[in-house]
């Protein structure tokens, strides 16, 4: 059995315990019920709403005298002033939307109903546990089912192909009677069509009067037997093997093009993916899947009985006080199968929920937030190998800056392109929702993750065609941005953001007055200083724009300094030593310099890190961290520390409290970043390369005694493998892309000699490792 699967000996009770299969672009949430099952499928440009032009024309107009208001400590006046006119119109985005749900209605030998089995879970005899399983195997990236109906075993497998685009299932029987079922499509709303005919499934629909147009078609083979076509459903009886291939395809081409032909997409799909057998359908997607996710591997010594034991009691067994190293491995792994199922070449970034919802209203919208949760769902992409997956981010981006580029100009009279905290398909660029939207530091976020992937790849191409525009467009619009701050401030003669956040979270101002709404909060003072300095790397990779790497490098220069608070030590939030408003506020906006940036650092910066430590615990004790994105960026936090114990204790909160039983993350509701930042903090606990070094095992939990971990990826091109026993590293390889230098550190011994060692590109290296050390 393998250790990277996830079992459970009932169905799915609700859409949080089914299990997902995705192919970045599709997506599919299996139940597992007997005798009605689900197959709930999402398409990623299922969204409600259309391209508007959100300009405000009262926002340039009003931007002097906010500006003026806030240098003034007058909060609670700019933000009534700004209220509103600030904002985009219309004010919010809409949500993203299921496509439609296959649904299969077992029924009995005669063709009559089933009654509902109820399939026991716990103190079962060997033959009862037998009579059910369901299951996720993430090496292969195939959901199964077997279950006793009636006399019967009868197996069902699904998977979403990216090689085929189709999700596909197949339900077969041993018995030579054969199974009888009705299959259906639905959706709750917006259904134009919904037909059954020959052996195809289809239903249609749109989303508003002038909104994407759907389509959801399946085509049915089945061996033995007979399939009758009933209104819109399908009645199949006798047949030992049924087999649906679905595609799923919308209007959506680009945020203001909604031109393309649903069915017409839907049709050549399934063309192509029904002139193959099951067998090669399945072998194709296997194949295309485990290229990818057998990248890595990771193995934390444990109690081999666990894994007998069905993942839900596992994590019980969790949340009453419990380790269990085996189940964090598996979590890991897990959110490096939903970054591959959320987000390949050619699609969507993930949202909020990857590529799976099941709301007409998804919670939040299931959109876009670039504040945090959209930069999170990135961050395990390069360092546990799937920096493939990256691009879809890029290739949104690059989508949405016509867009950025005309708020830029409409709103603050910049050159370059902006994105403010929320955003969608369609290309919204303006502040939207609350005033803590009004946070035009998306885009430039968002650049320091095009950076990383030229990090870790050295992929010039990718730089010069794609990344540097992305990254050049920020520094743009960040540099006509930058105001420089009025004698009386404390920051006087320096260049500053304003309007500012520190996201989401408020501060007490001087008059006592709870406020979001600031100037030059830290955060975008650490995103700059990591923006600048990417983009002058940048620049000295590819040569030329001599004239605003001048610019850039000044008004670096000219930032304001991150201040420690002489209050309490921490490092101050906000330009002013305000008091927190919410001192457990789930956002930790300034440790961004710390992580996911690298310009406070053990090294260069002890003093800054020593107040980031006094602003985590204050955090902490505050009751931070409640969210499980927010546990995760704390696993990610405490990696950076090098404090193994803490790794482990967050680790361990992120499953007892924002763990859901098929390992969904919870905000709560489910919230996928939380997944990918928990398997980034994992990863980071054993390899960082931030520093310009390979760091070996830098914060391994005190329970991780022995384990080995391969394929995961340093900076400059490197691929790493290790092993340790009794904590203690045993054995490491690095691999270069290309002929190059690296210095390897594990502790603080330098390996392999003194200093930076010469590696030829894919010849692995070993590193000379004493055990004990």
Not at 142 to 165: I, L
Request: proline share 5%; aromatic share 8%.
């Amino acid at each position: 059995m393998s250790m990277n699967r996830l079992w459970y000996r009932q169905p799915a009770a609700n859409w949080v315990e089914a299990l997902p299969v995705g192919n970045g672009r599709l997506g599919a949430m299996i139940y597992g019920g007997v005798p009605n099952e689900e197959i709930q499928m999402n398409e990623e440009t299922v969204w409600d709403g259309k391209y508007h032009d959100r300009s405000n024309p009262e926002a340039l107009r009003v931007l002097p005298k906010v500006r003026e208001l806030l240098f003034a400590g007058k909060s609670k006046e700019a933000t009534e002033l700004a209220d509103g006119r600030m904002h985009g119109i219309p004010r919010r985005v809409d949500s993203y939307q299921p496509l439609a749900s296959l649904r299969i209605h077992f029924r009995g030998d005669n063709g009559a109903a089933m009654q509902r089995i109820e399939y026991k879970k716990a103190d079962c005899t060997p033959d009862e546990a037998r009579t059910y399983e369901r299951a996720l195997d993430l090496e292969t990236g195939v959901a199964s089912v077997m279950a006793k109906q009636g006399k019967m075993m009868v197996k069902r497998e699904t998977f979403v192909s990216a090689v085929d685009q189709v999700i596909a299932t197949r339900i077969s029987t041993g018995d030579q009677a054969g199974v009888n079922m009705i299959l259906r499509l639905d959706r709750e709303e917006n259904v134009i069509s919904n037909t059954a005919d020959g052996a195809t499934l289809c239903l249609t629909g749109q989303l508003g009067v002038d909104g994407v147009r759907f389509a959801c078609m399946g085509r049915i083979r089945i061996d033995g037997g007979t399939i009758v076509s009933r209104r819109s459903s399908f009645w199949i009886r006798g047949a030992t093997s049924v087999d649906i291939r679905m595609a799923g395809a919308t209007s959506f081409v680009a945020p203001r093009d909604l031109t393309a032909d649903p069915l017409a997409r839907c049709c050549k799909v399934l063309d192509a993916a029904c002139a193959k057998s099951w067998d090669q359908l399945l072998d194709d997607h296997v194949k295309d899947h485990a290229a990818l996710f057998n990248r890595v591997s990771l193995h934390l010594a444990d109690d081999p009985g666990l894994e007998a034991m069905p993942t839900d009691d596992r994590l019980q067994r969790v949340k009453d006080g419990q380790k269990d190293q085996g189940l964090a491995a598996l979590y890991f792994q897990y959110g490096r199968y939903l970054l591959m199922g959320s987000s390949r070449p050619g699609c969507m970034p993930a949202n909020l929920q990857g590529v799976w919802n099941e709301h007409l209203k998804a919670p939040w919208d299931a959109d876009y937030h670039a504040n945090i949760n959209l930069q999170m769902n990135y961050w395990p992409a390069e360092i546990t190998n799937l920096s493939e997956c990256h691009t879809a981010l890029f290739d949104w981006m690059e989508s949405i800056r016509f867009s950025g580029e005309k708020t830029a100009k409409d709103h603050y009279n910049a050159k370059g392109w902006v994105l403010h905290h929320v955003s969608d398909i369609f290309g919204a660029t303006t502040g939207n929702g609350p005033m803590c939207g009004l946070w035009p530091m998306g885009a430039a976020w968002l650049c320091q993750h095009v950076w990383e992937h030229y990090a870790f790849t050295k992929d010039r191409a990718f730089l010069e065609k794609q990344g540097w525009p992305l990254m050049k467009g920020a520094a743009e619009f960040m540099l006509d941005f930058l105001i420089e701050a009025p004698q009386g401030t404390p920051v006087a003669g320096r260049l500053v953001t304003n309007p500012s956040h520190s996201p989401e979270n408020g501060f007490i101002n001087a008059a006592g007055e709870r406020s979001v709404f600031t100037y030059s909060a830290t955060m975008d003072i650490e995103i700059l200083q990591d923006l600048f300095t990417n983009c002058l790397s940048a620049i000295d990779v590819l040569g030329g724009d001599d004239e605003l790497k001048v610019a850039i490098a000044a008004a670096r220069d000219r930032l304001p300094p991150l201040k420690i608070s002489p209050r309490d030590g921490r490092l101050q939030e906000w330009v002013e030593d305000y008091v927190d408003a919410e001192p457990g506020h789930r956002h930790i906006s300034h440790a961004f310099g710390f992580h996911p940036g690298c310009i406070i650092t053990q090294e260069d910066t002890p003093d800054l890190v020593e107040a980031m430590r006094k602003t985590i615990r204050a955090r902490l004790a505050g009751g931070g961290g409640h969210t499980g994105w927010s546990r995760a960026w704390l696993v990610n936090i405490q990696a950076r520390f090098g404090d193994g114990q803490e790794v482990e204790n967050n680790l361990y909160d992120l499953l007892r409290r924002c763990t859901l039983p098929n390992l969904f993350d919870t905000h709560p509701p489910f919230q996928i970043d939380g997944n990918f930042g928990g398997t980034a903090g994992i990863a980071e606990a054993l390899l960082q390369s931030h520093e310009g070094y390979l760091n070996l095992l830098p914060a391994l939990p005190p329970s991780w005694q022995t384990g080995f971990v391969k394929g995961l990826r340093g900076r400059g091109g490197f691929t790493v493998d290790m092993a340790w026993a009794g904590g203690k590293l045993t054995a490491a390889t690095v691999t270069a892309d290309r002929e190059s230098q690296v210095e390897v550190r594990y502790g603080k011994e330098i390996l392999g000699g003194s200093g930076p060692q010469s590696l030829k590109a894919g010849v692995a290296m070993p590193l000379d490792v004493k055990i004990g050390k």
